[in-house]
C-alpha cells in the first residue's frame, strides 16, 4: 500500500450530527435552518442580465495574465474607489477563491512547521488550509465584555520565532466584530516588534450595521499601518456568488512589491482564474448593491425578529454584532452544544453548536441571519422553547 502524506490525514467520517441532518433531509423531514449561508439558495433575487457577460466572444480568447486581467483587476480597484480607497489594479492578483488566497499567502509568507495566528471564535476552514500548507495555527481568543475586542495580551503572548503572521477576518465571522481602529494600531505595533505580515479578510466589509464608526469599519486598505497587509476578499459574499469563483488579494505596506512579485510566480504556476468570469466581475461589482440591499434587509428583519423573541424569555442572551450575517447566543451551559444541536434537529431546526467555531463546547449556538424569514422566524421560536424546557 502506497504511503499516502501526513497532512492529509484527516477524520472524514461523519459525525453522529453530520450524519442525523443528512438522514432527516433524507427522510424529507422539515428542517428550519438557521445555519442558511449561502445567498444562492435562499430566495434573493438575481438579475438575469449578470449571465450575460459570461457569453462574450472574448471568453473564447486564452490570455494567460497570471496577475489576472487588468479590466478586471480594475474593477476591483474601483470597489475600493467606491469606498473612498485610493488602490491600484497594480496592487490587486486575482484568485479563484478566498481559499486560494490564504493558500497563496501561507506559501508566501511560510515554511514548513512555521505558524499562524489565528483570533477565535473564526471560522474552521482555516485548520484545512493550514494542515494543506503544512502550516500550524495558534489561536488566540477574542475577549468579550460590553462587545468582542482583540485580545493584544493573548496575541503577544501566542508569538513564537516560528510565527509569520496575524490573521484577522473584518468583521469577524461569526462574531460580527469589527477590528477598530485604535486596535489595529496595537496590532500594528506588535506586528511591526515582531516582523509579522497581516492578512485581513474583508469578505463581509459590505454588510456593516452602521453602528460603527466610519473609522473603525473601514477596510485595512485605507489603514496607514507601516507593516505589510494583504487583504483578502472576493465575489463570495460582496456579489452574493460564491459559485462564481472569483477572489483578490490586495497587497499594501512595506515590500508589496517584492511580495506580488513572489505571488506572481505562484499564480502562475496555477493559472486557475478563468476569462469568462474575469469579463463579468466588473459588472458584478458595479451592480452589486442589487444583491446587497436584499441580503442587508433580510439580515436587519430576521435580526429584529431574533431580538423581538428573546424579549419573550430570559435564558438565552445574544451577543452584540456589528456586522456580518452571524448571530451568536450565549445558552445554558447544562450539556454539550453538539448534544443540544442534535436535541434541536429532532424538533426540526438546525443551528450550529459554537465549538464548531472555536468556542467551548457548551454555552454557545451559531444562528445564521441570511435564511427566509418565515422559516427563521419558525426555528427561533422552537429553539427558544426547547432552551427554555431545558433549563427547567
Not at 12 to 23: F, G, I, K, V
Not at 349 to 354: E, F, K, L, R, T
Request: glycine residues 6%.
Amino acid at each position: 500500500m502506497i504511503p499516502f502524506s501526513q497532512r492529509t490525514r484527516w477524520n472524514t467520517e461523519d459525525s453522529d450530527l453530520a450524519l442525523a441532518h443528512r438522514n432527516r433531509l433524507a427522510a424529507r423531514l422539515h428542517i428550519a435552518d438557521l445555519t442558511a449561508s449561502n445567498p444562492t439558495r435562499c430566495g434573493f433575487e438575481y438579475p438575469e442580465s449578470w449571465l450575460a457577460p459570461l457569453s462574450h466572444p472574448a471568453s473564447l480568447d486564452y490570455n494567460p495574465l497570471p496577475m489576472g486581467a487588468p479590466h478586471a483587476r480594475q474593477a476591483v480597484a474601483d470597489y475600493y474607489a467606491s469606498h473612498g480607497i485610493s488602490v491600484s489594479p497594480a496592487q490587486v492578483l486575482l484568485t479563484t477563491s478566498t481559499s486560494e488566497a490564504y493558500g497563496y499567502l501561507f506559501k508566501l509568507l511560510c515554511d514548513p512547521g512555521d505558524e499562524i495566528l489565528v483570533p477565535l471564535p473564526s471560522y474552521p476552514l482555516f485548520d484545512f488550509l493550514a494542515d494543506a500548507e503544512v502550516v500550524r495555527l495558534a489561536p488566540a481568543p477574542l475577549i468579550y465584555d460590553h462587545g468582542w475586542q482583540l485580545d493584544l495580551d493573548s496575541l503577544a503572548r501566542a508569538i513564537t520565532p516560528r510565527t509569520r503572521a496575524i490573521v484577522l477576518v473584518h468583521p469577524n465571522n461569526p462574531t460580527g466584530h469589527f477590528t477598530a481602529h485604535v486596535e489595529s494600531l496595537a496590532l500594528a505595533a506588535l506586528c511591526s516588534r515582531h516582523n509579522l505580515a497581516l492578512i485581513v479578510d474583508e469578505v463581509f466589509l459590505d454588510y456593516g450595521f452602521g453602528r460603527t464608526s466610519a473609522e473603525d469599519s473601514a477596510s485595512f486598505a485605507a489603514r496607514d499601518l507601516g507593516i505589510p497587509v494583504f487583504v483578502v476578499s472576493g465575489a463570495s459574499k460582496i456579489c452574493a456568488l460564491p459559485q462564481m469563483k472569483a477572489a483578490w488579494i490586495l497587497a499594501a505596506g512595506p515590500q508589496s512589491t517584492e511580495a506580488l512579485s513572489r505571488l506572481e510566480i505562484l499564480a502562475d504556476t496555477w493559472l486557475s482564474m478563468n476569462a469568462p468570469v474575469q469579463l463579468a466581475l466588473p459588472v458584478w461589482l458595479a451592480e452589486r448593491d442589487r444583491l446587497q440591499s436584499q441580503i442587508r434587509a433580510r439580515v436587519s428583519a430576521n435580526l429584529s425578529e431574533l431580538d423581538r423573541q428573546l424579549q419573550t424569555q430570559s435564558m438565552v442572551n445574544r451577543l452584540q454584532l456589528q456586522g456580518g450575517w452571524y448571530a451568536i447566543l450565549r445558552i445554558p451551559a447544562l450539556q454539550p452544544d453538539e448534544l443540544t444541536a442534535r436535541q434541536l434537529l429532532d424538533r426540526g431546526v438546525w443551528a450550529h453548536p459554537g465549538y464548531f467555531f472555536g468556542m467551548e463546547k457548551s454555552g454557545w449556538l451559531v444562528l445564521s441571519l441570511l435564511g427566509p424569514s418565515p422559516d427563521f422566524a419558525i426555528g427561533v421560536h422552537a429553539l427558544l422553547l426547547f432552551t427554555t424546557e431545558l433549563g427547567q
